[in-house]
């Protein structure tokens, strides 16, 4: 009789968690005591990475420094880099009229837990709810993307790996954009591409980053690198193997990519103002500021340039201001004439000028008389 | 804590529950998760044997509900497992204490093997496929530690004086 009630009792829990939402605060609730048994069990490596830091020799420490140092060094000149060509696509998309770049935010989380399931390829991370984590939010870690989130819990989230057999995700070849699907097969060195013709251009080695399609994972990550194509003449598409370049079963430290959640259109609109109050204050060029910008350059370089074309942008925000100054970024030499010459603020802006004409003046025409008396 | 009957030093039965949790949780080798020993199952089908009064199908119903939190799977789903292992120990409980400790592991692996076997369509109805036979491993493993864990607990159980 108990067990009818119990077996009655289960069905129906199980029956309503799946179909509603009804449950979700139930369980948000158990977990804040339950999870704690995750982080109970790491406490023994937690404790050991305590005791290797604390009892670790001055050389290793200092060599360990060195070697962190040169690779600062590396990365930062790679992001100068990155600087100008972020700057220069920007740039190139404004001329095809394409949607900018979705502006993006990382946050580092560290993993907690594995599933104990060895069939599911998940992991608990120790951010959730009150850290402002959201279903279906991308995880990353240094080398590539990782998964999603799938269960929030207050403190704690669940993490869909890219490599379970339930998850697929849209890449495209990052040499000649060629779209697919890598869809997971339970093996976490494994991501299959389902649906490839057979005469598609793909071959060994080709890197697939994400294509954004799916509207969930931002584009332009690295998911994986083709491992295998075999073409089969009895099979009607390709089997082509990839091998995930994140680190998926190593990595202890991921990143949590907080995207604008505002929709493309939203997006352009908001591009869209910010634009024409900009021409409203005198014509500035017309990038909208979508592109995260390396704190380090617009405010040293913006501040003397700005005076005199974009002071009254108060409402317009500061990245919009940066923009105009922007390109002079590319040239480390050049900020100066600018900023002696507060009047010669336009010079440097020919640069781009030279692509603005095509875009510009339909756009700026109607608006400037109104704002430029 | 529990019922009027005289019950001493229950909180170990708790507390047995407690570290079983965190040993269905504990991190280990890729290897060896797929032969991740039931430890709450095996737990309970001690407990329910030596108190049965005391430990039965409701506590299995929340210890289960507490691992289905745990697990992410849908609430209910292990609870529905452990009550049906509790059920059936409950139900073969007079044979299972007159038999010799080799027979208890046979019939133990049995009724995990049976109660892995639910799970799997429980698992396929809400989606994950999961390879069958690897799904027994868990039975054959834990019906292999029931005598070490029988006798570890029936010690603690003399030890502390639980009833």
Redesign the interface.
Known sequence: MRLLVLVVLSVALMVVDARFTLLKPVRSQMSLVLMQSYWITDLPQRLWQGVASQFGSRTELVAENEKLKTENLLLQGRMQKLAALTEQNVRLRELLNSSALVNEKVEVAELIGMDPNPFTHRIIINKGERDGVVLGQPVLDARGLMGQVVELMPYTSRVLLLTDTTHSIPVQVNRNGLRAIASGTGNPERLELRHVADTADIKEGDLLVSSGLGQRFPAGYPVATVKEVIHDSGQPFAIVRAVPTAALNRSRYLLLVFSDTRTPEERANDAAQAQESLDAQGGGPVIPATVPKPALVPSAVAAPATPAAATPAAPATTPPAATPVKPTATHPAAPKPPATAPAAAKPPAAQPAVVKPAAKPPVSAPATPGGRE | MVGATASRNGWIVWLTFAIG??L????LP?FM??L?PLWLALLLAFWALALPQKV???TA?CL???ED????T????N??IL??IT?LVLALQQRLRMFPMWQQSLVILVIFGLAQLVQLW?SAL??????TL?LVLPALVSALLWPWISFGLRGLRRRYKIN
């Open positions: 949790l965190l269905s949780v504990s991190p890729q998760e797929i991740r039965g199908m409701v119903w289960g509900l507490a939190v745990l697990y992410g849908l609430l209910g789903q609870a529905l009550t049906l059920y429980l809400t989606g994950n496929r999961q390879p690897a």
